[in-house]
């Protein structure tokens, strides 16, 4: 569970709500059924125009990291790539076959495999560069769904506060009505400025942090492998690596001295 993104968004919804409640409002006043449907069926729909069927339903489909992550451990990784290089420098490279059956990252499992085939160093990290650029390609429209959510929002806000006030005009003669309509008019340009700055540009960046990460534990893996390949001793592995995440260096001294004594 991702805290931070839970207290934030907590922390934006009380704060709004406390500065109505306080300025003598209700929180009736701004539960709209109408102007809700108007402004979410109107982005959703213009997001859909602009974009793929596909991409939507996967951004959509990766919401949830917005609130929940999954644990990837980078010093895990660097741990499982140094006992990879520790076995291939005493048996040989080929004798990571075995290993492949247990490794769950389909990324890392791929380039080994082509390791372990035999491919040269330089045409590894192309094939795995290329693999790498065809997945950010897609990976890149996921927080630019939010991010045009959160454009179309306010205005479709706007659209909704404008179709209120045409309403409310034509009731001109029952004056004692006309007030309450305005102020129900401009809730939907609240959903809307709300849901665009409360929701979804922040639900853009958290995502792009996220795929961030992702590639670069990748890029991580694809350097760790290659090393493993040229024949580079687990000591200098390890501390390459702790360069793509600084908090991997940060070991016991006991952790240390195993794995010096590994590469020995």
Do not use: W
Request: charged content about 20%; aromatic content about 6%.
């Amino acid at each position: 569970m991702d805290k931070s993104s839970f207290t934030g968004l907590l922390l934006a919804l009380a704060g709004i709500l406390a500065g109505l409640l306080i300025e003598g409002g209700h929180i009736g006043q701004i539960l709209q059924p109408t102007a809700a449907m108007i402004v979410l069926g109107g982005t959703i729909g213009a997001v859909m125009l602009q974009y793929p069927l596909a991409t939507v339903g996967a951004a959509f489909g990766r919401l949830a990291q917005v609130f929940f992550a999954k644990n990837k451990d980078a010093e895990a990784t660097v741990k499982l790539l140094l006992g990879f290089a520790n076995k291939a420098r005493r048996s040989g490279i080929v004798s990571l076959d075995q290993d492949l059956a247990s490794i769950g990252d389909p990324f890392l499992k791929q380039a080994l495999m082509l390791a372990v085939d035999g491919t040269e160093p330089a045409e590894l990290r192309k094939i795995m560069e290329l693999h790498l650029e065809n997945q950010a390609e897609s990976e890149d429209a996921i927080p630019a769904v939010f991010e045009s959510a959160g454009g179309f929002a306010p205005t479709i806000g706007i659209i909704g506060a404008v179709m209120g006030l045409i309403q409310v005009m034509q009731r001109l003669d029952h004056m004692d009505e006309v007030g309450r309509g305005i102020a129900v008019a401009f809730v939907a340009t609240i959903y809307g400025v709300g849901c665009a700055n409360i929701f979804f540009l922040p639900a853009a960046g958290k995502l792009r942090h996220r795929i961030s990460e992702e590639r670069r534990l990748k890029e991580m893996v694809l350097e760790g492998v290659i090393s493993i390949l040229e024949g580079m001793n687990p000591r200098m592995i390890e501390i390459k690596l702790q360069g793509f995440h600084p908090t991997t260096g940060r070991k016991t001294k006991k952790e240390k001295g195993a794995v010096e004594t590994q590469a020995a």
